[in-house]
């Protein structure tokens, strides 16, 4: 009897984590047995390490990367009657941010080559309200950060990178989160560098803003029960901590697995010619960046995706939608004002993208697998089209 065929998750983290089991449970017995769960040694040390790995001055640990946008603005004074400019094909947190602080996020469009937003859209949004500019590494690519962060030095209008998804990414050889004002990194457990939890850091070159960023991130407090300015919660746990800076000493063998996995989707996909215009786009990888491949996201034009994804799920193979609804569309957005007419890339991105299995241990196995499963989809239809 032949074997069943092979399911193939989208993400596996027990199975990345497991060669590391043995150095976690010893950091997190030290911390179990120091006692010091919230601001111990390991906070600081991760830190200074992420500091010197983003190559920038200081950096500041919160609760999560979507506090690490909210404290940003938070600590550029935005509010209402202000405006941010940001993607709209993104994840929620990006925009969230804004609108928590009363103030308008003013959407532009994205490149449809590598799904980041375009700098000349950004440079037409800029109006006399304008305070600040997200731009997102979206998928673990940098967006064209040297470009964006000029036409914002034209107008004195500092930049919030969203590098939530790009720890180890570069621009130019220059890492991601070293560029804008701030940068913002997620810990989430599915990103590139992920704890055992929610986490995230600020990085920023200039002193003063990283402590204007731990103020607002302690309550505002300073000392003691004296509150200088209205700030919330958002602290990043010893616990977690311990964990990060075991992952971050393997993270460069990790990103260097991703970008392996990402070289052999796309040879794959090529040699069994399913790459073209009634197939598939495969990512297109920008000759300036440094790729850390968080997500590998194709094309499937023709309104095949939904297709595509459920006869993945049927053959037991993991893929997923970043992002099926952009936020210009969410419901609780739905009283912005935009021009639907210029984000036409990316509603065409909403419907098309598709997110193959990426993570440091799938195997060439589960590739090839992942690969005769999409193969099977488009010769099912070329007989149904004969």
């Not at 506090?67 to 993607?87: C, F, K, N, Q, R």
């Not at 925009?95 to 375009?118: E, K, M, Y």
């Not at 037991?316 to 419901?331: L, R």
Request: proline share 5%; charged share 20%.
């Amino acid at each position: 009897m032949a074997n069943a065929p092979e399911n193939v998750p989208l993400l596996n983290i027990n199975r990345d984590n497991r060669p590391h089991r043995e150095e976690f449970i010893e950091a997190l017995t030290s911390v179990v047995d120091s006692g010091r769960f919230l601001f111990g040694p390991d906070v600081a040390e991760l830190e200074r390490e992420v500091a010197a790995y983003s190559q920038v001055e200081n950096a500041v640990g919160c609760a999560s990367g979507s506090d690490a946008l909210l404290l940003s603005l938070m600590s550029l004074g935005i509010g209402p009657g202000d405006e941010v400019i940001v993607p709209s094909f993104t994840f929620f947190a990006s925009v969230s941010c804004i609108t928590r602080l009363g103030a308008t996020p003013v959407f532009v469009d994205i490149r449809p080559d590598t799904f980041n937003v375009d700098p000349e859209k950004i440079k037409a949004a800029i109006t006399e309200n304008t305070r600040a500019i997200i731009p997102v590494h979206l998928f673990g690519q940098c967006a064209e950060i040297d470009r964006i962060c000029q036409v914002a030095a034209e107008r004195d209008i500092p930049v919030i990178e969203d590098a939530a998804q790009a720890i180890g990414a570069a621009y130019h050889s220059r890492p991601a989160g070293s560029w804008g004002s701030i940068g913002c990194f997620s810990f989430y457990p599915t990103k590139n560098l992920g704890g055992m939890g929610d986490g995230g850091m600020m990085t920023t070159g200039n002193a003063a803003t990283a402590d204007r960023l731990r103020l607002f991130a302690g309550h505002g407090m300073r000392p003691r029960y004296y509150h200088q300015v209205v700030g919330i919660n958002s602290r990043l746990d010893t616990f977690q901590a311990a964990i990060l800076r075991i992952k971050l000493r393997h993270l460069a063998d990790a990103i260097e697995a991703r970008n392996k996995i990402a070289a052999r989707y796309g040879r794959l996909l090529s040699e069994n010619n399913l790459v073209g215009e009634d197939k598939l786009a495969v990512p297109t990888v920008d000759p300036n960046a440094f790729h850390v491949w968080n997500q590998y996201a194709i094309r499937v034009p023709g309104g095949h995706r939904d297709e595509l994804r459920a006869h993945l799920s049927e053959c037991g193979v993991g893929s997923e939608i970043y992002y099926p609804v952009p936020m210009h569309q969410q419901e609780c957005f739905a009283d912005l004002e935009f021009d639907r007419d210029a984000l036409v890339e990316t509603e065409r991105a909403s419907r098309e993208v598709l997110n193959l299995p990426i993570f440091p241990t799938l195997s060439e196995r589960e590739q090839c697998r992942v690969v005769d499963v999409i193969a099977q989809f488009f010769a099912a239809g070329a007989k149904v089209a004969a």
